[in-house]
């Protein structure tokens, strides 16, 4: 995987204006939209995600079989891991995403990771050292109608911490109130989920998991649907690349779309991303228009990546070129989750351990969030199933304040939130990959529009980098505090 540095063409050149929703795009496959919050009023809605931004998402019907009339802009946005705790439970969700950026709500589509099944705790492991995390239905509902999502990816390491009889739960509620899901299913896991028309265009996604965090009879029975729902995989080195040649390019995989995003959740907990997960990047590359990356609960880079040649048939590409450009997302860190709540602004922005583990409770990156945005544009007159002609990317940081009793409150808002931000300034002085986040040319103000050009760039001199003793072998990454099979951090099991 090579990675690219990008030319200095007038951007401006790929920019139509901004078009929300309300000029008319559908969202996800979902017939009527989210339901009413059961716990939150209207007014505790995330204040970017207005009734005028959402109008008329349901009235599109654009017949996909016409040539575009005009030239034809989506934006999506995506965000990372949203977790239920204990402590993210306590919290009502549309306060919690009150002050999300207003570019969450502008978009024309959402997508964020559910980590956990939707199920009710109590059938959660009695060991709470044990990490696993339950969304109980009412919650993943709240959350649905908050965050108007488009689509939920429910394929993550968590899936299958109820069980099979939870992961077929999870598509089950997701279906009684038609949440768009991606990454597991009835019979086919692997099946794209088309999360925006617009313009008579579709962007679409798949997903992915490189592991579970259950063991033998468990994971058997989450990965061949012994309770009727199955959860799509592909483990790291070579079996799961060919896994994904073989799905990205499965005949009739992406009929029907004209833009593709892959969401993959892999790599190693509060550390910047590996070698074998940026492995699957670049193979995912060959065949979609962008690549997201979640799980280290820690933020990394965005970058452009060089796609590769399909492994089999050249036309799984649909023909995009081979050596184009495509956004990766490293890591989106967390959406929403209790990680973080010991640290002060007075501390340290290392990435911190305890006895030698790593210690998501007094690290700060664990509540810096990456919104990934995404800006794919048609040209006038093109053809359905057309490849993008245009592809901008960046990113909005998001970051998670507490307040209230004993720091219970999470609020969502902007980082950095104005010039004299001091969660930000003192950010700066993180360690790399983290620090350089703050003011990276992709990174824009929640009021601005992506400027990356993916398909113009050039390569740089750098590519994935060199294997070293801990990418040896990797049959999975290790965890230490959400995920993997290991012990969480002593003291915060599941808060």
């Known amino acids: 995987m090579v990675r690219l540095r990008l030319l200095g063409l007038p951007l401006g050149t790929f920019i139509f204006g901004v078009i929300g929703c309300a000029t008319g795009c559908t969202r996800g496959n979902a017939s009527s939209g989210p339901p009413e919050p059961a716990t939150t009023s209207s007014s505790s809605l995330a204040s970017g995600i207005t009734d005028a931004a959402l109008e008329g998402a349901s009235d599109a019907d654009a017949d996909a079989s016409a040539v575009s009339k005009g030239p034809t802009q989506i934006d999506v946005i995506v965000g990372g891991d949203a977790i239920p705790q204990v402590k993210v439970l306590a919290n009502v969700i549309g306060e919690v995403m009150k002050g999300v950026p207003s570019c969450w709500g502008s978009a024309d589509a959402r997508i964020l990771n559910l980590e956990a099944p939707i199920g009710e705790r109590k059938g959660l492991p009695g060991d709470k050292q044990i990490l696993a ?10 959350l649905y109608a908050v965050s108007h999502a488009s689509g939920f990816v429910i394929a993550n390491n968590h899936s299958c911490d109820l069980g099979p009889a939870g992961l077929a739960d999870t598509v089950s509620e997701a279906g009684k109130i038609s949440a768009p899901v991606v990454g597991a299913g009835p019979s086919d896991p692997w099946k794209r989920l088309d999360v925006v028309e617009k313009g008579g265009k579709h962007v679409c996604i798949v997903a992915w998991t490189t592991f579970l965090n259950d063991k033998g009879k468990k994971q058997r029975g989450c990965l061949e649907g012994a309770n009727g729902a199955m959860v799509a995989r592909a483990e790291l080195k070579n079996v799961g690349l060919d896994e994904i040649h073989k799905q990205l390019g ?13 969401y993959l959740h892999g790599g190693r907990e509060y550390k910047p991303q590996i070698r074998p997960v940026l492995e699957q990047a670049s193979a995912a590359a060959a065949y979609v228009d962008a690549v997201i990356v979640s799980h280290p609960h820690v933020p990394d880079l965005a970058e452009t990546i060089v796609a590769p040649a399909p492994k089999s048939d050249p036309t799984a590409a649909g023909g995009r070129v081979v050596g184009r450009g ?10 929403i989750s209790n990680q973080g709540i010991a640290w002060t602004l007075g ?9 030698g583990v790593p210690d998501p409770i007094r690290t700060v990156w664990t509540r810096v969030s990456v919104l990934a945005r995404l800006r794919f544009g048609w ?5 359905p199933g057309t490849p993008p002609s245009s592809v901008l990317y960046g990113y909005t940081l998001a970051f998670s304040d507490r307040g209230g009793n ?9 980082l950095p939130n104005g010039p004299d931000d001091p969660v930000a300034a003192k950010l700066r002085k993180g360690p790399k990959p983290f620090g350089l986040l703050i003011d990276a040319p992709c990174r824009i103000d929640e009021d601005k529009p992506p400027t990356c050009d993916a398909l113009h760039a050039i390569p740089a001199k750098d590519a994935i980098p060199a294997k070293d003793a801990k990418d040896k072998g990797a049959p999975e990454p290790v965890s230490s505090g959400s995920g993997g099979g290991g012990k969480d951090v002593p003291e915060l099991p599941d808060e």
């Open 347 to 355: 501390m340290s922005v290392d990435l911190l351990e305890k006895e």
């Open 406 to 414: 004993a720091s219970l409150d999470i609020r969502l808002r902007p």
């Open 250 to 262: 499965a005949p009739g995989r992406w009929d029907g779309c004209d833009a593709r995003i892959a």
């Open 379 to 383: 040209d006038e007159g093109s053809k």
């Open 133 to 142: 995390y339950a969304a109980p239905p009412t919650w993943f509902a709240d």
């Open 326 to 335: 495509v956004p990766l997302y490293r890591s989106l860190g967390n959406f």
